[in-house]
């Protein structure tokens, strides 16, 4: 990342994904780096996307509940505030790091 560039953000959506903004590192359960193309990402959080990790909307159509642990929709959390670079492993309702669903 660059020095003067802003912190990556995670966004979890209502019932949606999280959206990533800024420069992070996706990486696969083995460790290997997932180019995302672009610095905006939506990543699954449903675990029912067919591109995993990330969203292809998947969840609209499963009826997919976030199930916010009383945080406002649209809350901004720093990525060092939900367990580094690896958004794909933090948990989108609690923060804290674990497994994504499968």
Do not use: W
């Not at 990533?20 to 699954?44: H, N, Q």
Request: charged fraction near 30%.
């Amino acid at each position: 990342m660059e020095d003067n560039a802003a912190p990556p953000t995670i966004t979890p959506y209502e019932d949606g994904p999280l959206l990533v903004r800024g420069e992070v590192e996706i990486r696969t359960p083995d460790g290997t780096v997932i180019d995302p193309g672009r610095s905006t990402v939506a990543l699954c959080r449903c675990g029912f996307s067919a591109v995993k990790p990330f969203c292809d909307g998947t969840h609209k159509v499963r009826r997919f509940r976030s199930g916010r642990a009383g945080r406002p929709a649209g809350e901004q959390h720093r990525v060092s505030e939900v367990g580094g670079s690896e958004a794909d492993t933090v948990s989108p309702d609690t923060g804290e790091d674990g497994p994504r669903p499968s």
